[in-house]
């Protein structure tokens, strides 16, 4: 069965940095664009980053840009999203997602999901 499951949340300090991991059972995981969403309590689902297939192209939303970075490991199967700077704003739940195809940042055209990790940023 094609699954996401992500990992690596917690509650940190404003400044402070963490690794957000998703581990991936999706038979052409290879072939699968892959792209992090977050939602806060009471926010929609909001676009964070993506890469696409091999890794070689990347895309991320305004907020993040140049604090994050999102990475993938084909040979393992998994997606990463490295957060440093991170700000109270950050805090949501964090989802991983795949989709057959390019880079999208429209949440409606990844056809797989996790369950989400919760990242909680004091100040």
């Known amino acids: 069965q094609d699954r996401l499951v992500e990992s690596g949340g917690g509650l940190v300090g404003a400044g402070a940095s963490l690794r957000l991991s998703c581990a991936a059972s999706?038979?052409?995981?290879?072939?699968?664009?892959m792209g992090w969403f977050r939602q806060a309590p009471g926010k929609e689902r909001e676009f964070v980053a993506a890469?696409?297939?091999?890794?070689?192209?990347?895309s991320y939303g305004d907020s993040v840009k140049g604090r994050f970075t999102i990475v993938r490991d084909n040979a393992v199967d998994a997606l990463y999203l490295q957060m440093n700077s991170l700000k109270p704003e950050d805090t949501a739940v964090y989802y991983c997602?795949?989709?057959?195809?390019?880079?999208?940042?429209?949440?409606?055209?990844?056809?797989?999901w996790g369950q989400g990790t919760q990242v909680t940023v004091s100040s």
């Open positions: 997602a795949a989709r057959d195809g390019g880079i999208s940042h429209q949440r409606d055209e990844y056809s797989y």
């Open positions: 890469i696409n297939w091999i890794g070689q192209s990347t």
């Open positions: 999706v038979r052409t995981f290879g072939t699968y664009a």
